[in-house]
């Protein structure tokens, strides 16, 4: 089945608290999307955010991201009064993360304090296996940080007895962290219902590694490499590559497979379970590092010197379907690629991705031209990580650009639709493309810059650019291309 899709994070819609969330609208976008003939809405990591906004750094590989809470339904069902609602200067523009962080705790405290008191949150706590540890984490978190390596050796450690005590000490704090989640799986599941309706298919992001600072790490520190204080051993990383010549040092620590093997792979399982209650498909995010992991010792001042070290490779991704059956995976098979890698994607039948940005100026076999892509394939003209079609254009070699004219037979002067038609038209199955090339912008608003800290993760669309006219223009290419199912 041919299809289309675009790649939207929840906090880039429109809304008027500093951030878009899964609230009105994000129903409004389902009934675009539907307009525009997609069938996919493509997301980030659904977790909460490092201080820096980022959803691929999250202190919880479970936990939904409270900061996507729509504060208009929560006013709707009576958790909040309109004059408990945050302000926020100049809301429209830019996702600041420390600033609607700031904004929003009051209104999400009072929320969280009437759902305790009204709801049964033992009931819904024992529902989550991994809910206890991220609440306890999260109510230290917020007194005194999210590094636990900082904490008192007790907490550190996990001692019976400090626990105890925290237990104790913050149980108003982890009673409202439970309930920011029975709010957020409450949001979710009507978002969903709508997205059904739509018929539209919700993909969800699962990255490979998780943050040391996470009460995933800290709950389950034989999990990973660590040593008896909790330090790393050894971190995450890329090797050097034409972008980077000194590699990239991501800083998570790496797995314990063995440990995890001998749990029968029951913490992947259990994250795996969780993510695909809430989306029809997971995109997981560095798929090569199931096959193997570049690892670095902790200290190292680049990732020059790391090693590539197997993973836990097809054990894991059978373990899953044993335990969950066909879980529709879609692998992100871009960067190191070696053939173990493509062997163990094809085996398990998984689709993986082609990025039309990095098909040009090469050579005319380069997978990822689109007379070369296979059906089993996602093809994107750039994703999240990747500039704008029209940021890519405007500072690429003229080699580069020569080549991306003449093989799109374009003149350059629509780049960004004609890399949309190219996509649509491709042998693919699926062709996803990303909000701000739909609407042609330029680098300005691009999403991340991989190996920089700062300054991503900030890009918002005004409410203007759900118009018919846009989705009209997309719902054509898409029936051109016959990528249009028509729901009854």
Not at 356 to 364: D, K, S
């Amino acid at each position: 089945m041919r299809r289309a899709g675009i790649l939207l994070h929840p906090t880039s819609l429109p809304g008027p608290y500093g951030s878009g969330d899964i609230g009105p609208a994000a129903r409004e976008y389902l009934a675009w999307l539907e307009a525009a003939g997609q069938r996919i809405w493509q997301m980030l990591p659904l977790h909460p955010v490092d201080g820096l906004g980022s959803p691929y750094a999250s202190p919880s590989a479970f936990a939904g991201n409270p900061m996507l809470l729509s504060v208009d339904d929560m006013v709707d069902e009576g958790w909040l009064r309109q004059v408990e609602k945050p302000y926020l200067a100049g809301a429209d523009r830019r996702f600041v993360y420390a600033r609607v962080a700031e904004a929003r705790a009051p209104a999400l405290t009072l929320a969280a304090e009437r759902v305790s008191s009204q709801v049964d949150l033992a009931a819904y706590r024992r529902t989550k296996r991994w809910l206890d540890d991220w609440c306890l984490y999260a109510a230290i978190a917020d007194d005194l940080g999210g590094d636990w390596l900082r904490w008192p050796q007790g907490l550190r450690d996990r001692e019976p007895d400090a626990i105890a005590a925290a237990r104790d000490r913050y149980g108003v704090a982890i009673d409202r962290h439970a309930a920011l989640q029975w709010l957020f799986d409450r949001q979710w599941s009507r978002l969903r219902r709508e997205a059904k309706v739509r018929g539209v298919d919700l993909w969800g992001d699962l990255p490979y590694m998780v943050s040391h600072a996470s009460a995933d790490v800290w709950a389950n520190r034989e999990l990973f490499q660590l040593d008896k204080d909790g330090e790393p051993i050894v971190i995450s990383g890329v090797p050097p590559d034409a972008f980077s010549p000194e590699g990239q040092l991501w800083g998570h620590p790496q797995y314990d497979n063995a440990a995890h093997r001998a749990t029968g792979w029951a913490w992947w399982c259990d994250r795996v379970e969780s993510l695909i209650e809430r989306v029809d498909a997971v995109r997981l995010d560095h798929f090569r590092g199931i096959a193997a992991a570049w690892h670095v010792q902790t200290g190292a001042p680049n990732a020059l010197d790391g090693e590539w070290v197997e993973g836990p490779g097809a054990e894991l991704l059978a373990a899953i379907r044993d335990r969950l059956g066909v879980v529709p995976i879609i692998a992100e098979d871009l960067g190191v690629i070696t053939p173990d890698v493509e062997a163990l994607r094809d085996d398990f039948e998984l689709p993986g991705m082609a990025i039309l940005e990095f098909a040009f100026g090469e050579h005319e076999d380069h997978a990822y031209l689109p007379h070369n892509h296979r059906k089993e394939l996602v093809v994107y003209p750039g994703t999240h990580d990747n500039d704008t079609v029209v940021g890519w254009y405007q500072s690429a070699g003229e080699r580069t650009r020569d080549h991306a004219r003449r093989y799109l037979n374009a003149s350059g002067n629509d780049i960004a639709w004609d890399f949309i038609r190219a996509a649509y038209r491709s042998h693919a199955d699926t062709a996803i493309i990303a909000m701000q090339d739909a609407l042609a912008l330029d680098g300005g608003s691009r999403m991340n810059v991989p190996g920089q800290a700062e300054g991503n993760w900030g890009w918002r669309m005004g409410r203007e650019a759900m118009n018919v006219a846009l989705a009209h223009h997309l719902r054509l290419q898409v029936s051109v291309s016959g990528r249009l199912e028509e729901i009854e």
